[in-house]
């Protein structure tokens, strides 16, 4: 699985979220610099795009190439130029992701209070909550138990763990900013666990617009528009 890829799962980790606020749309400029193991530094640069009505990610990424990304369903969709390159499986749909539950003002408990997953420890160390969030016991549900941590009702980070108990993702949510209202991280620091080895990624967020009226089409992206 390529980076961007592994990113665009990492974005889409909640589940069963409710929707139905007054916050519909949301455009962020994303910058994206990943540590690699022989200690190089890769930077991806881009444009994302998500609308709650229409239920689709848009990346429009524009450094170290012209690249496109569309997650639809639970299906990711690659384009270079106007070419279909690949469509891969995704297990989260775009409506389960972080946008979405920024949209709907779930960013204090990574949406998963109007999730799946019930709560079943809570333990307070200083002013950090520390919340053990219980996955579904489904064995077609692709995550394992979460861990949250909020300091004065704002998330400050998330471990993600896979079905058998392994360490998936770590994440540190920073630099808050309110935009109309809206509390949003504009910097993500996410360790990923793949393969027995670990990269270092900062998640970038800047010119973050909500409800950006006009431009449907580029939130409304037709997966067979270009299908060869």
Known sequence: MTKIYFIICVFCVSCFVASGQSFYRMKVDITIKVKNLDSTFQYTKGIVRYDKNF???????????????????????????????????????????????????????????NSSFKATNVDKVN???????TAPNSPKFPLGNIIVSSRNKRLQSVVLYGKKGE????????KYTFVSGLEVPTEILAINYINGSKTYQIIQFDKVQVNEPGHDAEYDFQAEKYNP
């Open 55 to 113: 239920k689709k990610i848009v990346y429009d990424i524009t450094f170290p190439q012209k690249e496109f990304y569309l997650s639809q369903d639970t299906l990711i969709y690659k384009y270079q130029g106007e070419k279909l390159i690949s469509t891969i499986g995704s297990p989260f749909k775009p409506e389960f992701s972080i946008f979405h539950f920024i949209l709907n003002n779930d960013i204090s408990d990574f949406g998963l209070k």
């Open 127 to 133: 002013d950090l909550i520390i919340t053990k969030w």
């Open 167 to 174: 360490i998936l993702s770590r994440q540190i949510f920073k």
